[in-house]
């Protein structure tokens, strides 16, 4: 029997996905699940560059709008959440449709990834948060390279977060975090996948992401970071780490003026895009779909798309 198909259409931060997630879904009978670490929360529209309901085009759309700022948002519970969303699209015999640029969070669907080692103890990372605080983050890394050296090579010793989670696997499982990580990297995946990843030459990427910023600056992200602050939305949730939030909430507590947020949160994007093409890289069995070669036709890029899917067995010849 086949494994069941599943596509993905991911590319880094203002390639053009959200358009041609809409042709590409409704051609394939498919329903759309967003892989987007910001669009689940409500109230962050124009930060996150979420699609509006008129662009739609009436394709169901799962994961978007359904987190309040407050809650907490982290792989395992998007993990679950898309789970449960493609459960429902295959009852409708329909072809589900992964949608974003958050790298790790298709990963944890494409490969189906196991985190259920990753249970957290409450005693033990206390014990390594008070560490941090008395003895400082350096010590806490030198704790994490003697135990795990892969990580602390791979984790920088500010991402306090990282390395507690780190020392806690070493803790709980006696086996570094970095070994559980190849492993499941390594896992096939049980979909019939269709990956593609969307790009366009790098100069014109870093182009459209600085207008893109100007853009949501019209639309009025600084009163949508304002209105999120009114609600008591504050730095330390992760709702509000995101690009676009953080930069905007520095200027609204004047730790710098607001051109200079603005160049902070474009340099930052740019940086955030390069990320993700190194992240997309280093992933096996994925189709790349350079835009430039297409001469920026949606039309061909989709029937090239259709046409991996077709030679994969996800659609049926026609």
Known sequence: MMNKPLIVLTGPTAAGKTKLSISLAKAVNGEIISADSMQVYRHMDIGSAKIRPEEMQGVPHYLVDVM???????IVRFQQMAKKAMAEIYAKGRIPVLVGGTGFYIQAVTRDIDFTQAEQEDSYRKELETLAREKGKEYLHQMLRETDPVSAEEIHANNVKRVIRALEFYHQNGTPISVHNQEQKERKSPYNLAYFVLDVPRELLYERIDSRVDEMMKDGLLEEVQSLKDRGCHRGMVSMQGLGYKELLAYLEGEYPLDEAVRILKRDTRHFAKRQLTWFRREPEVTWVHKDAFDYNEEKILEYMLS???????????
């Open 68 to 74: 309040e700022p407050d809650e907490e948002f982290h």
């Open 308 to 318: 991996v899917c077709r030679e994969k067995g996800i659609l049926k010849s026609v």
